[in-house]
């Protein structure tokens, strides 16, 4: 017992050294690689704590092996610019001037669903209150907003169309029904399969995307009046 208490306190130390040595990003907002180095030393620490079959220099070593490979790596990042993109990876623009991009959201296996979320926990609950919005490299999300942008978001928007299909649940929320939306859609000549994205808030306000189109903006009258 005494003896497993003691490998243990030793490893702790390595590790706690060797992650101090890796500086404060690597605890923090981690790059891919930097993510995948910290998961292998965890598993490569484990190895000697739980066999005291093994000796307890191999886990030293492995784990001094990868923060060898943890510094290799990093000076790659900072010196060779080509390989920057490939170890570390580059920010995805995903919110433009003309819209969302659906190209770079399919590129980070995300959808539109997945980018209202992220807009969200931000505080823009409008998608026409950005003008631009992305994921960082190591996954973060960053957006400008417009000017104003407050004054863009007095409802809470709803999304009834999201890559070519209704929201069924949101669409009964409205109390509007299909056919009024359809209608909007063959005014502005927006195939169903074509609408990348389409939100409704409870003042009339539209915000319409059709892919390859620049998205728009417009209000509608509810019938009866209707809000939420």
Known sequence: ??????????????????????????IGEMQPFELVITLLIAELACIPMADSSIPLLYGIV????????????????LKIKPLKSFISGK?????????????ELKRNNLDV?????????????????????????NGTFSALPRENYEA?????????VDNGKYDRKNL????????FFDTILR???????????????GTGKIYL????????????????????
């Open 1 to 26: 017992m005494v003896l497993v208490i003691l490998r243990t306190a030793i490893i702790f130390i390595v590790l706690l050294v060797i992650m101090r040595l890796m500086g404060k990003r690597q």
């Open 62 to 77: 492995s784990v001094v092996t990868i923060y060898v490979l943890h510094e290799a790596a990093t000076l790659f990042d």
């Open 91 to 103: 920010p995805s623009v995903v919110v433009n001037k003309n819209g969302i991009d659906d190209y």
């Open 113 to 137: 669903s997945d980018l209202l979320e992220s807009l969200r926990s931000a505080g823009y609950f409008s998608l026409d209150s950005v003008d631009y919005a992305l994921y960082e490299a």
């Open 152 to 160: 863009l978001q007095t409802s809470l928007p709803l999304v009834l």
């Open 172 to 179: 009964e929320l409205t109390g509007l029904g299909r056919p």
């Open 187 to 201: 005014e502005k000549q927006a195939p169903l399969k074509r609408v990348l994205v389409l939100t409704a808030d």
């Open 209 to 228: 995307q059709v892919k390859g189109r620049k998205f728009e903006v417009f209000h509608v009258d509810y019938p009866g009046g209707k809000t939420w």
